[in-house]
């Protein structure tokens, strides 16, 4: 397990967004988290990438009680080992596409020659290389989708959290950005935690763990057991 | 599905014997039934006698005779009719997946429903997931990416459906038991 | 539409809307407090004439300039209110235009943004006048001479009074509602009527423009030395070239603004090897015009308060060497001197001073507010970032790098434009010329009244000299560089004030606010 969280529960005023979930992740894995809209999917994915601090239980990255940290230290930690991908609105609008995505290395202390040019390299293996010094306003949805998955790998981060990154792309967009996104973690070893409602989504991950009301309903690997005698039958006959 | 016209098709783009014509419906349309030879040659009849094929020649290089068909004029003005008239949007309600989902909420509690759904869910990501990766390979042709897109779909469309019919019962028991 | 629906809808908003709506209602009673002072002060009549320890309000002709110096102030107030009516614009332009979309006219959408507006200023104006007598209560303190600091025993006349309760709410509604008219409400959203392209070259020549019509007014002046006329048309050139000038310089300063932002932001871009500078310098880059609404203010009170300073110091010199032409005239002359000294120019310029001052102080909250709102607007992208791991410190560094280096030059540019103006506007007297008087002295041991004596006087008439000295000026670098640090030091104070709103807007749950 890369990352683990145990019993976790998280509130806001009087809504229980999570009751005390464990679930974890093993390095490489590509895992969706979906269930309906206010199940507490992307709370669940801002406590394991230490944006929220949990009310109760705990959460483990390599090892580590990174739920104690304080926030300077998550704060680094985000930097160099995780990345994130949200469904907009993370692309500074005032940025080139090349400068939005060397921002992160710039942030790290990287010079800005060579930033840019591990910018590029990262634009041209997500397919979007002509696009470098287009503002993020100038491009599709689906191209700043892709600049930003460019953004969140440019560190070669352990761990990506993908909150509804195709939410708003249309099904070829969406294809695009998420075949990278797979391409991109296998080769790299990443972990992917995919929040999304969209089954056609979770089908690019290797298994999915499901909630609902702030409850793990079904973790794949536990329940196939006892469904293979049934879902045998029927896969084949639904079209 | 209108076998002659799929056939009409295939024959547009050159002119075919029987066998190829086999091979080439089997390969473009992965996911229907393979179309028995039997039937290949009694269609290829049928278009010759209706004036929609007609022989072309005959194809001898190693092994038996083989009569090469190719479309007529006919043929392309009854293939532009077929791909111009509307399909009817028919729903798929004579389907054993709606049967045993319904039969399973009459008959069973809610957990044990739930169970078998998460369980059907399962398996119908798992296909999904199949799909998908074949599809992401990049070395499908066309026509397998379109009918795993369509295969897609459907399955999507029976988790949704599924997912919804949960909701509805819990909708109703809680009703029935305030 | 009924005025309760109006009134409901018109206070339907969120965190960003009730912070316009008190802002707004306290721009509205800033300016009806320095109104009402205005007022005040040209109620003050003949009969309470001498009854004040400052001066200024005893003196009759000194009264109006004082009002109207007050009135000037309202500028600054307005700019503020102006400035607060954009605060939190596009959600609540996002939110008319849903209006729209459920079928409400272009015509009630400006009412109901109107509305808002109207009950905050009408607020706030009952504020202003609650503060202005309970201040006429608290501050009536007669010395034990019977005389007051202020004029707290006056109250302006009732028209008067009534205007301004009304005027006021008018006012700051009627310019809502002109801001409102640049954007059309569409049902499908908001469509803004300016493209602002990049800033061109006009500023500077618009600077220039000003300068050389200020420097017009010397040779102007002369002209019509030279060629006496009889009625007022010197008055009114010299006046023109003068009022022309200021606008033009005042108008090329706010506007270059922009230019300056760009510029500094390109050379930040360029240069910049830590992100904090990349995003600041491309964020001035992308909305170089943001600066300049935002320091106008600012800027045209540094301009009026750097223009006092150059007159303050001309004035003075000029006075001092007429006092000193004066003495030495009267000693050729044998008279006795009594110097007028320069203290009662000082005293009024310090009072331009304090007017500025307060200028000042109400365009650093305009600056606030509109930092605020720049941050609120970007918070989406902001969170983001932060939940990508960047430090809140890089971030803040970016605000202090956006806010602070257009700031700089725009304020030098400013001061010294505004300390030039009376140079190029005052006509110099810099004629060192001799003053020659004849005069009869009697010998030592002659009577002192041997002068009356025709054939004494003849015989000992002399031609005493002396040499008239020039005015010198000297430039006012103490109270430039006090305008000057003052300003930037103001600026900086209000960055830090917004990089709390910048920790507040970060936080991860604003994630969860699409």
Same mark, same amino acid.
């Given at each position: 397990?890369i990352?683990?969280a ?32 206010g ?24 090892g580590?009680?990174v739920?104690?940290?304080?926030e ?31 921002l ?19 634009l041209?293996r997500?397919?979007v290389?002509?696009?470098?010094d ?30 509804e ?7 070829l967009?969406?294809?695009?950005v ?11 070893r ?12 979770a ?12 409850a793990?309903?079904?973790a794949?690997f536990?329940?196939?057991g006892a ?10 006959t639904?079209? | ?24 419906h ?8 393979p ?8 269609t ?22 083989r ?18 008239r ?22 069973t ?41 369509l295969?897609i ?10 997912q ?5 019962v ?9 | ?14 965190? &960003?809307?009730r @912070?316009?709506? !008190?802002? #707004?209602?306290?721009? /509205? *009673?800033?300016? +009806?407090?320095? %109104? $009402? &002072?205005?007022? @005040?002060?040209? !109620?003050? #009549?003949?009969?309470? /004439? *001498?009854?004040? +320890?400052?001066? %200024? $309000? ?14 000037l102030? +309202?500028?600054?107030? $307005? ?28 015509r ?21 006048y ?6 006429r209560?608290l501050l ?6 019977g ?12 028209a ?32 803004r ?28 002046h002369?002209y019509?030395?030279d060629?006496p006329?009889?009625d ?13 000038g ?20 390109r050379?930040?871009h ?29 800027l045209v009170?540094?301009?009026a ?13 000029t006075?001092?060497a ?13 008279e006795?001197y ?9 005293r ?48 803040a ?13 725009a ?53 005493l ?5 020039p ?13 000057a640090?003052?300003a ?18 970060t ?8």
């Amino acid at each position: 397990m890369i990352i683990e969280a145990r019993d976790v529960v998280k509130a806001y005023g009087p809504t229980q967004a999570l009751r005390g979930i464990s679930v974890g992740m093993g390095e490489g894995e590509i895992v969706a988290v979906t269930g309906p809209s206010g199940c507490g999917k992307s709370t669940l994915l801002h406590i394991l990438a230490g944006i929220l601090s949990p009310d109760a239980g705990t959460v483990r990255y390599q090892g580590r009680r990174v739920d104690e940290w304080s926030e300077s230290q998550r704060s680094a930690m985000r930097r160099t080992d995780f990345g994130v991908l949200f469904q907009f609105g993370q692309l500074v609008m005032e940025l080139s596409a090349a400068e939005n995505v060397a921002l992160p290395l710039l942030l790290g202390g990287v010079r800005r020659r060579r930033a840019a040019a591990t910018a590029l390299e990262w634009l041209d293996r997500l397919g979007v290389a002509d696009l470098a010094d287009r503002l993020p306003g100038e491009m599709s949805g689906g191209q700043q989708q892709r600049v930003a998955l460019a953004r969140a790998l440019v560190t070669e981060p352990k761990l990506l959290f993908a909150d509804e990154p195709t939410g708003a792309l249309d099904t070829l967009a969406s294809e695009a950005v998420l075949q990278h996104m797979v391409q991109a973690a296998h080769t790299q070893r990443t972990t992917v935690v995919l929040v999304t409602h969209d089954a056609t989504v979770a089908a690019y991950a290797d298994r999915e763990i499901r909630l609902r009301d702030g409850a793990v309903e079904a973790a794949e690997f536990a329940l196939l057991g006892a469904g293979t005698a049934l879902s045998a039958g029927t896969a084949e006959t639904s079209r | 599905m209108s076998t002659p016209h799929v056939l009409l098709g295939l024959l547009t783009p050159r002119a075919l014997h029987g066998y190829e014509l086999k091979h080439a419906h089997d390969s473009h349309l992965p996911g229907a039934k393979p179309l028995p030879f039997g039937q290949v040659y009694a269609t290829l009849k049928r278009l010759d006698r209706d004036g929609l094929a007609a022989e072309a020649g005959h194809d001898r290089v190693g092994g038996p005779d083989r009569t090469v068909y190719e479309v007529t004029d006919r043929g392309r003005e009854a293939l532009a009719a077929w791909i111009s008239r509307i399909e009817p949007p028919a729903p798929h309600l004579s389907n054993e997946l709606l049967a045993k989902v319904v039969i399973t909420l009459l008959v069973t509690d809610e957990a044990t429903a739930r169970r078998h759904l998460a369980a059907q869910r399962a398996a119908h990501l798992a296909r999904m997931r199949a799909l998908t990766a074949a599809k992401s390979s990049g070395t499908l042709p066309i026509a397998h990416v379109l009918a795993a897109d369509l295969a897609i779909a459907h399955l999507d469309a029976d988790l949704r459906w599924m997912q919804t019919a949960m909701d509805r019962v819990t909708d109703l028991h809680q009703e029935v038991h305030q | 539409m009924s005025p309760l629906t109006t009134l409901r809808l018109a206070l339907a908003g969120g965190r &960003a809307d009730r @912070t316009r709506i !008190a802002l #707004t209602a306290f721009g /509205a *009673a800033l300016g +009806t407090l320095t %109104l $009402l &002072a205005a007022a @005040t002060v040209l !109620a003050v #009549t003949e009969t309470h /004439a *001498a009854t004040y +320890t400052n001066d %200024l $309000l005893n003196d009759e002709g000194l009264r109006p300039g004082v009002a109207f110096g007050m009135l000037l102030l +309202t500028i600054p107030v $307005l700019a503020f209110v102006a400035q607060c009516s954009r605060l939190g614009a596009p959600g609540r332009e996002r939110r008319l235009a849903a209006m729209r979309m459920a079928g409400a006219t272009p015509r009630q959408v400006v009412r109901i943004a109107a509305a808002e507006t109207a009950l905050a200023s009408a607020f706030g104006v009952a504020t202003g006048y609650c503060v202005y007598f309970l201040g006429r209560v608290l501050l009536d303190a007669p010395g034990a001479d019977g005389r007051r600091s202020l004029p707290t025993d006056v109250l302006p006349g009732p028209a008067l009074m009534t205007g301004i309760a009304a005027g006021v709410p008018l006012f700051v509604t009627l310019l809502a509602v002109l801001t409102l008219r640049r954007v059309t409400l569409t049902p499908l959203g908001v469509v803004r009527g300016m493209s602002r392209g990049r800033p061109s070259r006009t500023p500077g020549v618009l600077v220039l423009a000003g300068l050389g019509a200020c420097a017009l007014v010397e040779p102007v002046h002369r002209y019509f030395t030279d060629h006496p006329r009889n009625d007022d048309v010197p008055l009114l050139v010299i006046g023109g070239l003068i009022t022309v000038g200021v606008l033009t310089v005042s108008v090329g300063v706010v506007s270059g603004t922009g230019w300056i932002a760009y510029t500094v932001g390109r050379v930040l871009h360029r240069f910049a090897r830590r992100p904090a500078a990349l995003l600041a310098g491309r964020r001035l880059m992308a909305d170089p015009w943001s600066g300049s609404r935002t320091f106008s203010a600012m800027l045209v009170a540094l301009i009026a308060g750097s223009a006092a300073a150059g007159l303050s110091a001309l004035t003075v010199a000029t006075v001092a060497a007429q006092e000193e032409n004066t003495r030495r005239f009267a000693r050729l002359l044998g008279e006795p001197y009594d110097p007028s000294g320069t203290g009662f120019y000082e005293r009024a310029y310090a009072l331009v001073g304090y007017a500025v001052l307060v200028a000042m102080a109400i365009a650093a909250m305009g600056l606030l507010v509109a930092l605020v709102d720049g941050v609120a607007a970007r918070r989406r992208t902001l969170t983001s970032l932060v939940a990508a791991g960047t430090p809140r410190g890089i971030l803040a560094r970016a605000l202090g790098w956006q806010v602070l280096t257009p700031v700089v030059p725009a304020v030098a540019l400013s001061v010294t434009v505004g300390a030039l103006l009376p140079r190029f506007a005052v006509p110099d007297a810099r004629e060192a010329a001799r003053m020659e008087v004849r005069r009869c002295t009697p010998l030592p041991g002659d009577p002192a009244d041997a002068c009356q004596d025709p054939a004494y006087e003849q015989a000992h008439t002399l031609l005493l000299t002396a040499q008239k000295v020039p005015v010198t000026v000297h430039v006012p670098w103490d109270r430039l560089a006090l305008l000057a640090g003052g300003a930037v030091a103001a600026t900086v104070a209000i960055t830090l004030v917004g990089l709390l709103f910048l920790r507040l807007n970060t936080r991860a749950t604003e994630l969860r606010v699409q």
